[in-house]
């Protein structure tokens, strides 16, 4: 409860006005049986009831405006908390270091993101204002009760003994299973994202029966777990209600005996069955109070445990206070041009987490000069794209120096180091949208000019002009809407418009013919007059323009040098030449 509460903080008054409407609430149907009593007294005494009456009357109307006012703000509040926890939830998930994504599934995420945060809502909503005005109804209901007939309160408590009891158990019981419900609805997200994600090769292998079979296993824990709390939460009504009508009619017998010996007015019996009655109201609210509350907390308890995870970079200015984000520090990047070494690495050693028994880097010492073409070579899995990732940042090295353009890249802002990057991925992703949002993510404000510029150099402008919409054309969730050389493409130029001080490349001419490579090239020999590119490469004719060529094996750099030093030299290139580093139709 105080974990759910301390989301309403910036809420605080609206909550308070809202328990402060609960309580009046509560307190008006405590009134009204008062009144009832009062018009019976007045009947017997032959007084005129009109006063009274309207009194019921009004509280009655008072009662349900009250509520009414308390259920509205009782939303806001909910909602505001959810757009809260949802505002916080998206800031962070952008800033998370790429290892929390890896340990994370996207689809339990989004999971998280829509339908935890929805059940926290209920919870606060439904839970607190309910209790509070259980609580109140409840002791103040016995308070009266005692004060009208205490015999007749000790022959009611004991009837509702039993239901308490029978009632007890179910909190604990419910809370595991509304816990097991959340994660079941995660994992469910989570496999059909993994699915749609992969449709075309769900469908190529001819699985959907078996991804069919997978889902619906989980649709069926959730459902599951899902009618334990169904079961759970059926019974508690009914056994309140049962244990207040036997208190009812025990009362009745008790009670019609004693107005017939004359020891209790009838105005004092009825009033006694009405507080009974309230009494009934707040055991079943309190009980579904409890429900909500402990789905709630099943939810929140997932949407904190990402709240938790460090961020990599500062967090956005309404986050400041949130513990356990890595500092950052922060400085310009300052270099005069030419004086150092873009990329410097001194005896790297990384390993994946989670991978701590394989480093896939050790010792790795490397230099790229300013204005210089690097090209980076190796068998499959020998760590070429994992150097790329340690100087973008998108891990940290464990040990060694990796310094940019003369500064510690630790020194550097996650924002100034990114700036000075433009780094095209192997699997050269694209987003859904349109080609142009594609193009200017980088630089959004890039002109025109420059994108036509950018498309003729990158051999877009024909495809562009042959599409219908141009620019404005969709590409499809990851962009499978265009072939895989034309997301190549598009990933490069995105690149070039950012004008980035360092390129790096990472294979990205395997998807394309001959033509569009030789072009490729020759922008790339452009694009080195004005910044400095290292390119992982596995055609001989990248390799071939680089001023340097470094060869790496299982994490290592095994030599470095031109490309007819190391075919003299290195046997593993040339190896690689002969097998792997394909000739261009020109090579
Ligand atoms: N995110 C990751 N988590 C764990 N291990 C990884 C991850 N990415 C790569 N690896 C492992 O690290 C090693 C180096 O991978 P890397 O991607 O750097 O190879 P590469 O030289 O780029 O290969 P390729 O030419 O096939 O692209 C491999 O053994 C790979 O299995
Ligand atoms: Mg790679």
């Known amino acids: 409860m105080r974990a759910l509460l301390a989301h309403t903080r910036p809420q605080a008054t609206a909550l308070a006005v809202a328990c402060v409407l609960s309580a009046a609430a509560a307190l008006m149907t405590l009134a009204q049986p008062l009144a009832v009593k009062r018009v ?4 017997s005494a032959s007084r005129p009831v009109a006063g009274p009456l309207a009194l019921i009357v009004g509280l009655f109307l008072a009662e349900a405006l009250t509520e009414a006012v308390r259920n509205c703000l009782l939303g806001r509040i909910g909602e505001g908390v959810v757009l809260r926890l949802r505002t916080l939830l998206v800031a962070r998930l952008l800033r998370w270091p790429t290892a929390a994504h890896e340990r994370h599934r996207s689809g339990d995420l989004i999971s998280r993101l829509s339908g935890d945060t929805t059940a926290v809502r209920w919870a606060l909503t439904g839970g607190t204002t309910d209790a509070v005005a259980g609580v109140l109804t409840f002791v103040g209901a016995l308070v009266l009760m005692a004060a009208l007939d205490p015999l007749m309160l000790a022959v009611t408590l004991c009837c509702l003994a039993v239901a308490a009891a029978a009632v007890a158990a179910v909190p604990v019981r419910l ?11 995660g994992r469910l997200s989570a496999g059909l994202e993994r699915v749609l994600r992969a449709v075309r090769t769900v469908k190529l292998s001819g699985a959907e029966e078996r991804e069919e079979a997978r889902l619906v296993a989980e649709a069926r824990a959730a459902y599951r777990a899902e009618l334990r709390q169904v079961h759970l939460r059926a019974v508690v009504r009914p056994v309140v209600t049962l244990a207040v009508q036997g208190s009812l009619v025990v009362v009745l017998c008790v009670g019609g005996v004693r107005v017939a010996e004359g020891t209790m007015g009838i105005g004092d019996l009825i ?23 402990q789905a ?17 970079a500062e967090p956005p200015a309404h986050d400041r206070d949130v513990p356990g984000r890595i500092p950052e520090p922060r400085g310009p990047v300052g270099t005069a041009r030419g004086t150092a070494p873009a990329v410097e690495l001194r005896e790297v050693d990384f390993a994946y987490p989670g991978r701590d ?4 880097l050790r010792r790795v010492s490397l230099e790229v000069p300013e204005g210089g073409r690097v090209a980076l070579v190796g068998p499959s899995g020998a760590g070429k794209s994992t150097v790329l990732a340690l100087i973008g940042r998108i891990y940290r090295p ?14 550097l802002s996650l924002e100034a180091l990114r700036a000075l990057i433009g780094h095209v991925e192997q699997e050269a992703p694209v987003m859904a949208g349109t080609l142009r949002s594609n ?4 630089r959004p404000d890039v002109s025109e000019r420059r994108i036509k510029e950018v498309l003729d150099r990158t051999n877009l402008a024909g495809f562009v002009d042959s599409l219908p919409e141009g620019l404005d054309t969709q590409v499809g969730d990851g962009g499978v809407l265009l072939s895989g050389g034309q997301r190549q493409r598009v990933a490069i130029a995105r690149m070039l418009l950012k004008e980035p001080r360092l390129l790096l490349l990472d294979e990205v001419t395997s998807q394309m013919d001959g033509e569009n490579e030789r072009l490729l090239n020759a922008t790339l020999r452009e694009a080195a007059d004005t910044c400095t590119v290292l390119v992982v490469a596995h055609r001989l004719s990248t390799v071939q323009d680089a001023d340097r060529i470094l060869v790496m094996d299982a994490g290592r750099i095994r030599a470095r040098g031109t490309h007819h030093s190391l075919l003299r030299e290195d046997e593993l290139y040339a190896h690689l030449a002969r097998t792997q580093l394909l000739p261009t139709s020109t090579g």
């Open 357 to 360: 028994g394989s480093p896939a």
């Open 175 to 185: 809370a595991g299973a509304a816990a097991e419900a959340r994660r079941s609805l």
């Open 398 to 411: 464990e040990s060694g120096t990796l310094r940019l353009f003369g500064r510690d890249a630790a020194d």
């Open 296 to 312: 709630g907390r099943a939810a929140l308890a997932r949407v904190e445990e990402l709240l938790r995870e460090p961020l990599e």
């Open 271 to 293: 009033a006694f069955l009405m507080y009974l009655m309230c009494l009934a109201v707040p055991v079943g609210t309190v009980s579904g109070a409890v429900a909500e509350v």
């Open 40 to 43: 019976f007294h007045d009947l």
């Open 439 to 442: 193009l200017v993510y980088a």
